[in-house]
């Protein structure tokens, strides 16, 4: 454990504004320190944390949280503003079952005024509660910090808009970590921002403006388009100047003689949105992360020594790795195929078809609505775009999915990775309602794979397929080591097959909990229950023919997927209602996720609390048996 004196005596940020500024830089040391051993112990985001350590410091000294408002963008670079409000201790469960979220969560502390998983949202929240505020008649300061990723969304562009016309008292932090819009000149940077964020030359602003307001107005544009170039030139920001916002920066974001001065005038400030530019490393302070921002970003459990990361050997490989390879064989007999991710190359495995075709690979950002309409332009214009995008992630461009790809009925290809829980990150990430939003739409092809071999045979059939959408989902993690065919086979569209045969009990499953359905069957052939199992691999179109000799063969029905309700249960039993399919005794069981946001565990956990594992299936069948299945047991 490192030796950390100055925050062992730090149990709120109250305890922090206690000290003097001169112990600031000591206690930004021992909070990088706690977090490296923290994480190295449990796993999970490391490099962006490691990059706002002396910001988070900052922004607690300054500000008086939780009464002022700090909102993180997505959450990853929270770990420090979590050390420092209390939850120290917790750091050791981070993203364990029953332990701290990896986000930031409105549930677990005050000082998390707004939840976030998915990027983009803090300058929106922070105007909404800005505005609260006025309302209220309140005088908190509300800090937005976001991310130079998450500025890539055209979200955070409506919300300044928003912000500079309603010429609302917010305060957005830009932590700029990569792009360097303007990167700092050293003193003479820190001097000016710190000159044109101070009172004396707002007030000389002010008194400036009141004088050419008595111009005539020919004069007085032009004098406020030469202030604003001069200190555009000097500073950078006339972006942001043009979206209402009075810009500060770039400022060093590791320098605290630098960041405290310009955050307490910002504080200070009466007038308008301000956005201060901070320019911050990822990595910052630990060699490894430092030399390898990519591999840090989010880690598994590692030696805090070496830096080298503790991960278990697969014996299969990964769904998202049998995908990239699978549509870059393709892509090597068809130069039509394009792929597409929104900020996620890694992810989704696109960063090796961008290896094997530089010129076909497109990452576009945070931006799954540009994403999705893309790739519709691409498809109008005869290319087969592959739009490879978490589940979780796809919520946000349904809309474009909806008028810009299904209306028109575009081939656009769906890669939706992360499908079902994902474990450690919880909630906000887990892929729950894809086949519930995506079975409703007209003329859409929805499939799901039960193991990696299907997955290969389902990015063929999306090749081949030109008539409209269609989209195919694969979970997180590993395969289930099945034998993968060599190159993957188109399927027959709506077309499902039965995997074993029984003559009691009848299981449909839909993804990939094909595994634990055949496991379940086989416990309950032990008890006399003869099951068939079936792999339906079409929420849409369904396989009327499988469904019905289902359901027309056998005593209980359970329908099965790693999915929210209303998905492809819900279109099963809508099926069978219209065909007359549920008027015969058939005790039918969907078997879907809860109605509830279940909290991040290991995935095996999740699924066993949701009762989707073989337990759960065999469970569930004795239930609908009733009387009957209670005589079984007995037997």
């Known amino acids: 454990m490192p030796d950390t004196p100055l925050l062992d005596a730090i149990a709120s940020p109250a305890d922090l504004r206690a000290l003097p500024e001169s112990r600031l830089k000591q206690v930004a040391e021992e909070v990088r320190q706690d977090l490296v051993e923290a994480v190295s112990k449990t796993g999970g985001h490391l490099g962006a944390g490691l990059g706002v350590v002396e910001l988070t410091v900052a922004l607690h000294y300054v500000f008086n949280t939780p009464e002022d ?80 990723g998450a500025m890539s969304a055209g979200m955070a562009y409506e919300a300044m808009n928003n912000a500079g016309a309603l010429d609302a008292r917010l305060i957005v932090v830009l932590n700029d970590n990569d792009m360097s819009i303007a990167p700092p000149t050293g003193a003479m940077s820190a001097y000016l921002a710190r ?33 604003e170039f001069t200190r555009g030139f000097l500073t950078g920001g006339t972006l942001f100047e043009e979206l209402g916002f009075y810009y500060v920066g770039p400022i060093d974001g590791h320098d605290l003689d630098h960041l405290l001065p310009v955050l307490k005038n910002v504080r200070d400030a009466t007038e308008g949105p301000i956005l201060v530019h901070v320019v911050t490393q990822k990595g910052k302070g630990y060699g490894p992360a430092e030399s390898s921002a990519d591999k840090y970003h989010g880690v598994s459990k590692f030696d805090v020594v070496t830096g080298e990361q503790a991960k278990a050997k697969a014996n299969a490989p990964s769904y998202t790795r049998v995908f990239a390879q699978s549509l870059i064989d393709e892509a090597r007999d068809d130069d039509k195929i394009v792929a597409i991710n929104a900020a996620m190359p890694n992810g989704t495995g696109l960063d090796l078809f961008g290896e094997a075709f530089p010129t076909r690979s497109f990452d576009v950002g945070i931006a799954e609505q540009h994403a999705v309409t893309f790739a519709a332009g691409l498809a109008s ?24 790809v299904a209306i028109q009925s575009l081939p656009v290809r769906f890669a939706i990775d992360r499908a079902g829980f994902v474990g450690a990150d919880g909630p906000t990430h887990a892929g729950s309602f894809d086949t519930g939003f995506l079975a409703p739409l007209p003329g859409m092809v929805v499939m799901a794979a039960a193991d990696e071999a299907e997955l290969r045979h389902m990015v063929r059939t999306a090749v081949v397929y030109d008539d409209g959408p269609i989209s195919f989902r694969y979970p997180r993690g590993n395969g289930t080591g099945v034998d993968l065919p060599a190159r993957g086979q188109a399927l027959e569209i709506g077309k499902g097959r ?99 946001f279940v909290e991040h565990a290991a995935p095996e956990a999740m699924l066993q609390k949701a009762g989707l594992d073989k337990a759960g299936i065999v469970d569930c069948v004795f239930r609908a048996l009733g009387e009957s299945g209670k005589r079984v047991l007995q037997a």
């Open 195 to 227: 000159l044109v964020s101070g009172k004396t030359y707002r007030s000389l602003r002010h008194r400036a403006k009141q004088i050419t307001d008595h111009l005539p107005e020919f004069m007085r544009e032009g004098a406020r388009r030469t202030e």
């Open 69 to 148: 408002r700090l909102i993180w963008d997505v959450g990853h670079q929270a770990y420090p503003h979590k050390i420092l409000t209390g939850r120290r201790k917790g750091m050791r469960s981070i993203r364990q079952e029953n332990g701290l979220s990896g986000f930031a969560k409105r549930a677990e502390s005050d000082y998390d005024p707004f939840g976030a998983g998915h990027s983009s949202t803090s300058i929106s929240a922070g105007l909404g509660m800005a505005v609260g505020r006025d309302l209220s008649g309140r005088r908190n300061n509300v800090v937005a910090v976001i991310g130079d």
């Open 381 to 404: 214009e005869g290319y087969k775009p592959f739009c490879a995008i978490y589940s979780t992630f796809l919520q946000r461009a349904y809309d474009q999915i909806v008028h810009d």
């Open 498 to 596: 039965i995997v074993r045969e029984g003559s009691k009990v009848a299981i449909l499953s839909f993804g990939a909990r094909l595994s634990d359905a055949l496991a379940a069957a086989d416990e309950l052939d032990s008890f006399g229950l003869s099951t068939t199992v079936a792999d339906a691999r079409f929420a849409k179109p369904l396989d009327g023919n499988l469904i019905r000799q289902l359901a027309q063969h056998h005593e209980v029905l359970v329908l099965l997927e790693e999915g929210a309700s209303g998905g492809f249960a819900a279109q099963v039993l809508e099926y069978m209602a219209r065909n007359g399919l549920l008027d015969h005794g058939l005790k039918v069981r969907p078997m879907t996720m809860p109605d509830s």
